[in-house]
C-alpha cells in the first residue's frame, strides 16, 4: 500500500505542477496549449526527440542514484555536480595516462577511475557525518563547490590542451577510447549503465542484508548502534557508492557524449539529480521513468527557445513546480495519515474504578 500511495501522490504531484505552470505561463502572455504542446514536440513526439531524450537521461539515472542510495542511510546528499566533474576529469586523465593501450583496458579503468573519484569524494561527507556528526547535506554541497574550483583549476592548468584556446579543455580522449552508440540509435550505452545500476542497487536495497541494514541506519541510528550494527561503516558505504553513480556518469559524459573534460559537462545533471532521486522516492528503479520525463522537458527548452521566444529555462520552472507540488502533496497526505492514527489508533485509559484483567 505505501508503495501505491507514494505513486498516487507523484502522479497527482506531476499533474498540479503542470497545471501550476500552465497558469504561470497564462499569467507571462502565452498560451499554455502551445507551451505544453512544444514541450510535448521537444521532448517525446519523434524518434529524434526521444534520442535527446534518452541521452539526457542517463547522467540523470546514475546522479538520481547518487542521492537515492545515501537516503536510504538517512542522508541527504546534494553534492552530484562536483562529483560528476571530478568523475569526468579522473575519466580523462587516465585515458591521458595509458593512452596507446587496448581500449579494452583503458575504457574500463577510465571508468573505474571515475568512480573511484566519485566515491572517494561523497565517501568523504558521509565518514564526516558518520565519525563527526557534520551536516553531509552542508558538507556535499561545500565539497561540490571544491570539486568545480579542482576540476577548472587542473583543466585550465595541468591537463590542458593547448590548442583548446576558446574553451579550455583536457586533451581529447579519441575516437579510439570513445564509448560508441547502441547498435540502432544515436545513444550511447552510458544508458544501458544507468538503467542496469538501478536494477542492481533496486535489488541491494529490496532485497540483500545489506539494504535491510540501510534502512534501520537510516530510520534511528540509535537503534541500529544498540543492536550492534556498524554505523559509521554503513553511513560511509552509502555515500561512496553514490557518488561512485556520479562519477561514473561525469566518465560516461566525457567518455561518451563531448570526448574531451570541459565546462561543458558542468549541465546541472547533479543538481537535477536530487529533483529526480526526491520524485522517485529515493527507489533506484523508479529513477528511470522520472530521469526520462525530466530529460524530456529539458531537451525541450531549446524548441522553446526557437519556437516562442521563450528561455530554455522555462523548463526548470516546469521541474520545479512539479517537484514543489509534489512535496505539497506529501506533508498532506502524511498529517492526514497521522491525524487518523491519533484519531482511531488512540488506546482508550480504563475506566476509574475498573479491574483491569491480568
Known amino acids: 500500500m505505501g508503495a501505491i500511495r507514494s505513486a498516487i501522490v507523484t502522479l497527482t504531484g506531476i499533474v498540479a505542477g503542470l497545471a501550476?505552470?500552465?497558469?504561470?505561463?497564462?499569467?507571462?502572455?502565452?498560451?499554455?496549449?502551445?507551451?505544453v504542446q512544444v514541450i510535448f514536440e521537444g521532448g517525446f513526439a519523434s524518434a529524434f526527440s526521444w534520442q535527446n531524450t534518452l541521452l539526457r537521461s542517463a547522467p540523470l539515472i546514475l546522479t538520481g542514484l547518487a542521492v537515492a542510495i545515501p537516503a536510504q542511510a538517512g542522508m541527504t546528499m546534494i553534492g552530484g555536480e562536483g562529483t560528476l566533474a571530478l568523475g569526468g576529469l579522473a575519466a580523462a586523465a587516465a585515458i591521458a595516462g595509458v593512452r596507446g593501450i587496448s581500449p579494452l583496458v583503458a575504457i574500463p579503468l577510465a571508468l573505474a577511475s571515475g568512480a573511484l573519484a566519485g566515491a572517494a569524494w561523497t565517501g568523504?561527507?558521509?565518514?564526516?557525518?558518520?565519525?563527526r556528526g557534520v551536516n553531509e547535506t552542508i558538507s556535499s554541497l561545500l565539497l561540490s563547490?571544491?570539486?568545480?574550483?579542482?576540476?577548472?583549476?587542473?583543466?585550465?592548468?595541468?591537463?590542458?590542451?593547448?590548442?583548446?584556446?576558446?574553451?579550455?579543455?583536457?586533451?581529447?580522449?579519441?575516437?579510439?577510447?570513445?564509448?560508441?552508440?547502441?547498435?540502432?540509435?544515436?545513444?550511447?550505452?552510458?544508458?544501458?549503465?544507468g538503467i542496469g545500476l538501478a536494477l542492481v542497487f533496486q535489488v541491494v536495497v529490496s532485497y540483500s542484508t545489506l539494504g535491510f541494514a540501510l534502512r534501520v541506519a537510516g530510520g534511528n541510528l540509535r537503534a541500529a548502534r544498540l543492536v550492534g550494527l556498524p554505523v559509521a561503516a554503513l553511513l560511509t558505504a552509502a555515500g561512496a557508492l553514490g557518488g561512485s553513480a556520479a562519477g561514473l556518469a561525469g566518465a560516461i559524459e566525457v567518455l561518451a557524449v563531448h570526448s574531451t573534460a570541459n565546462a561543458s559537462i558542468l549541465a546541472g545533471y547533479g543538481y537535477t539529480g536530487i529533483l529526480v532521486a526526491f520524485m522517485a522516492r529515493q527507489q533506484p528503479l523508479a529513477l528511470v521513468p522520472v530521469a526520462i520525463l525530466m530529460g524530456g522537458i529539458s531537451a525541450a527548452g531549446s524548441l522553446l527557445q526557437r519556437r516562442l521566444d521563450l528561455p530554455d529555462a522555462t523548463t526548470l520552472v516546469l521541474q520545479g513546480l512539479m517537484f514543489l507540488s509534489i512535496l505539497s502533496l506529501e506533508s498532506l497526505s502524511d498529517a492526514r495519515v497521522a491525524a487518523w492514527v491519533k484519531r482511531h489508533m488512540r488506546t482508550p485509559a480504563p475506566a476509574v474504578g475498573t479491574e483491569v484483567a491480568t
Open 20 to 35: 501550476a505552470f500552465c497558469a504561470f505561463v497564462a499569467a507571462i502572455g502565452q498560451n499554455p496549449v502551445e507551451v
Open 145 to 193: 563547490y571544491i570539486g568545480i574550483a579542482i576540476f577548472n583549476h587542473v583543466v585550465e592548468g595541468p591537463l590542458r590542451d593547448p590548442s583548446s584556446l576558446n574553451k579550455p579543455s583536457t586533451y581529447p580522449v579519441g575516437d579510439a577510447y570513445a564509448i560508441g552508440a547502441i547498435p540502432g540509435l544515436e545513444v550511447h550505452w552510458g544508458l544501458v549503465v
Open 124 to 131: 568523504l561527507a558521509s565518514w564526516l557525518k558518520a565519525v
